[in-house]
């Protein structure tokens, strides 16, 4: 994917969301740079187990003009960890509730890390964990980013109370509370 302009984050971000549609569940964590790689815009891809590809950003110094992202995957392993059975899934019955959590964290954080914690202390209400947006700027600090998310929690068997998905909402603010994280609430 290819950038003329901006820092690369939306490219990144869009072949990481890319990733995450033909694994579900797949991590990024980051990782020392190969000599084509930008030093600063490396990772690995995990999925069940299993380092099964890069996420990279081409090295500024192959002469390449603007930003150019790239995934590279190893589909055999792809294909041969993908044991999920395709079936037909009903529509829900019940519906849903969702909401937004800006989670201010340092600006070399791995979004996926913010992530992690968020489905962890969500538990089991949690349908859909979605990045939303990464912001930079005033008022924040120069080291620090916001991330944001968009939760969507429910049930299978019911409707969500207001006081169930406060509930939820409240347990994801105090785990990353607790972790060390500022949220703009």
């Known amino acids: 994917m290819y950038e003329r302009e901006g820092d690369g984050n939306a490219s990144l971000f869009e072949l990481k969301r890319l990733a995450e549609c033909l694994m579900p569940g797949c991590q990024v964590r980051p990782a020392e740079a190969r000599p084509f790689e930008h030093p600063e815009r490396a990772a690995v891809l995990t999925w069940r187990g299993a380092d099964i590809g890069r996420l990279f950003e081409m090295h500024p110094m192959l002469g390449v003009e603007g930003r150019a992202a790239v995934v590279d995957l190893d589909l055999a392993e792809v294909q041969r960890l993908d044991t999920r059975e395709r079936r037909y899934q009903p529509l829900r019955r019940f519906p849903t509730s969702a909401f937004d959590l800006s989670v201010v964290a340092d600006l070399r954080q791995p ?75």
């Open 111 to 185: 979004a996926g890390e913010i992530e992690r914690r968020l489905v962890a202390a969500a538990g089991d209400g949690l349908v859909e964990i979605e990045f939303v947006r990464q912001y930079t700027g005033a008022p924040l600090p120069e080291d620090r980013k916001s991330v944001s998310y968009r939760l969507t929690v429910g049930a299978s068997d019911r409707t969500l109370s207001s006081d169930e998905v406060s509930a939820i909402r409240n347990r994801a603010i105090e785990a990353l509370r607790a972790a060390g994280y500022e949220l703009r609430v």
